[in-house]
């Protein structure tokens, strides 16, 4: 099974991605599953996908040996504010009002603007992909986008117990899973791929298919 490097240290990601992987017919490794201490890239970009394209590049330069797969996400708050829009900041737009960021304090910040908001607001998930890998001297690099239907996802004023670490979202964030609302925290994997996994393969595999064989 064909060998794909994992751009992230989120422990959250690196789960979604090996599975993800695994069902198209790889193996995701992670930095610490081959222990490598690399640099994290500058993020210049705007978009979701050029900074995961930009991720992957950065990455690939300081490792040649297997392809590298990085992924930003991004969202979009519907119908809310200016100034209650993170503008794919998040982390930024939590520390702005709450001094600091935790992913708790992230939970409660997005649940704030719901309530604001009568209780729920409609949200759209992006996610880009970016993958990088050496081709003699040069170093090929793809990326995609692929986002979710706003009228599938919402954030809510009512936090979750649960919790899913790296992911502030996770707690306040409801998925419509045929016909039942959710929370993103409360997912088993089943509900895991009708809600995104699904999506976020189709536009993997297109990536994945750029590669050159072996």
Known sequence: MRQILLATTNPGKVMTFKKILAKLGYEGVSFADLGLNLEEPDETKLTADEIAAEKALGYAKQYKDLPVLARDDTNDLIGVAEEDDPKNHNKAFVVARKGKYTDELGAETFAEVAHKYGG???????????????????????????????????????????????????????????????????????????????????????????????
């Open 120 to 214: 729920e607001v409609a949200c759209r998930f992006n996610w880009g992909y970016g993958l990088a890998w050496h081709d003699g001297d040069e170093i090929k690099v793809v990326n995609t986008l692929v986002s979710t239907n706003p009228e599938d996802i919402k954030v809510v004023d009512k936090i979750s117990p649960k919790r899913v670490p790296g992911f502030c979202f996770s707690p306040v964030m409801q998925v419509n899973i045929n016909g039942v609302w959710k929370y993103d925290s409360e997912l088993d994997d089943e509900d895991s791929w009708i809600a995104y996994w699904n999506l976020q393969a189709e536009g993997i595999k297109k990536l994945l298919d750029q590669l050159p064989e072996f």
